[in-house]
């Protein structure tokens, strides 16, 4: 089965920049045993200017996603929580619903994927099939920053639709043994 990673599509260069990102949210939280320490919902004041584009997924921050995305990735994952995080332009007098999803977490690394030297970077991310078994949708648990994997059959679904400023990246899948 093919994996890809779910990003934001690097050639767009014009999106909403959250504010004080920090202060608003302790990014060690950000995960299904430490939700409850994250707001229900949580106001972002954003930068952008009026030729932004609002895309189905930001991740250059936190990793975000639009409320279209959400219905797809609730689609194939029920059992993922979200985060209700407005982002709010008072410049532009602009607002957009965006959500921060908490996806189960999998230990899925191949002895072949590749790490810099103190091991916070993932240089080659490389799957290991039986870690995975068939799974939808899931974040790299030995990732620092998020690294969100969708199987081919949600990516084609993502595709389906008109969605803006999605990246999907193939990732290699091993098997291991005969």
């Not at 202060?23 to 954003?46: G, K």
């Not at 007098?93 to 790490?115: H, I, R, W």
């Not at 290991?128 to 998020?146: A, C, L, N, T």
């Amino acid at each position: 089965m093919d994996y890809f990673v779910m990003e934001q599509d690097e050639r767009y260069a014009e999106f909403p920049v959250l504010q004080d990102v920090r202060q608003h949210i302790d990014i060690r939280h950000v995960n299904r045993l430490q939700a409850h320490h994250l707001a229900d919902t949580t106001v972002f004041q954003v930068k952008a200017s009026a030729e932004a584009e609002y895309l189905d997924v930001l991740t250059t921050q936190l990793y975000l996603v639009s409320e279209k995305m959400k219905q797809i990735i609730e689609m194939y994952e029920p059992d993922c929580l979200f985060k209700l995080i407005p982002l709010m332009n008072r410049e532009l007098g602009k607002q957009k619903l965006y959500y921060l999803p908490l996806f189960a977490e999998v230990e899925a690394l191949s002895p072949s994927a590749e790490f810099n030297l103190d091991r916070s970077v993932i240089r080659k991310l490389v799957l290991q099939e039986d870690k995975i078994k068939g799974k939808r949708i899931f974040r790299v648990k030995e990732s620092e920053k998020p690294l969100i994997v969708v199987r081919l059959d949600v990516a084609e679904s993502m595709l389906r639709r008109d969605l803006v400023g999605v990246g999907l990246k193939r990732v290699p899948v091993e098997k291991v043994g005969p």
